[in-house]
Structure formats: C-alpha cells, structure tokens
C-alpha cells in the first residue's frame, strides 16, 4: 500500500508565511501526479496546486503569485510554500497522490490533512 504524511500545518497571521511538506511511502512504482487540495469549512474541496503528467505545475487562482508547490522527485516529497496568507486560506490541507504501485495498479491517495489557519 501507499501513504500519504503531511507535515507543516499551524497558526499565522495574514502576511505570514507557511510551508507545507507531503512524503509519500510504501509499493511506490512512480508517482503520475501530487499536489495539495483544501477544505474550508462549509466548503467544498479544491485544487490549491498539483503536479500533473509532463510535469508541469498548475495552480487554483486564488493562490497564484503566493503559493508555490515544488518536489523532491528522490524523496517522494511535495511542498507547499505559502506566502502572504489571507485569513481565507484557512483550511484543512489535504495531500493527493495518483500512483502506480509494484502489486496493486494505479492508486489515488489521500493524506490525512493538516491544518492551516489564518488570523486576521
């Protein structure tokens, strides 16, 4: 199996700064795709930003120019930095993961989420 551990979630205030990390373990094969999802509550979950086939890094528009995602292709590791936080960040931030795995074919993987909060 594959899990999914979160790291890096806590309290700011809004104009501060967080960054997030997201390791990936188990029957790994290679990793299709992984980024960060939240959920505010009340609210449905979105995309905040992945990695998708090719590489390429895409972003939800409420975060572009403050949060950045980046990867440690070696260490099976996704981070999230986040910047300028706005009290509508809050949220609990999830990690996904599409995988191949050795034994069981392509698994999506959830972590167990951290949470993010914002004072204003």
């Known amino acids: 199996q594959v899990q999914l551990v979160e790291s890096g979630g806590g309290l700011v205030q809004a104009g501060g700064s967080l960054r997030l990390s997201c390791a990936a373990s188990?029957?790994?094969?290679?990793?299709?795709?992984m980024g960060w999802y939240r959920q505010a509550p009340g609210k449905q979950r979105e995309l905040v930003a992945g990695f998708i086939s090719g590489g390429r890094a895409n972003y939800a528009d409420s975060v572009k120019g403050r949060f950045t995602i980046s990867r440690d292709n070696a260490k099976n590791t996704v981070y999230l930095q986040m910047n300028s936080l706005k009290a509508e960040d809050t949220a609990v931030y999830y990690c996904?993961?599409?995988?191949?795995?050795?034994?069981?074919?392509?698994?999506?993987?959830w972590g167990q989420g951290t949470l993010v909060t914002v004072s204003s």
């Open positions: 188990g029957s790994i094969f290679s990793i299709n795709a």
């Open positions: 996904n993961a599409d995988v191949m795995t050795y034994y069981h074919g392509n698994l999506e993987v």
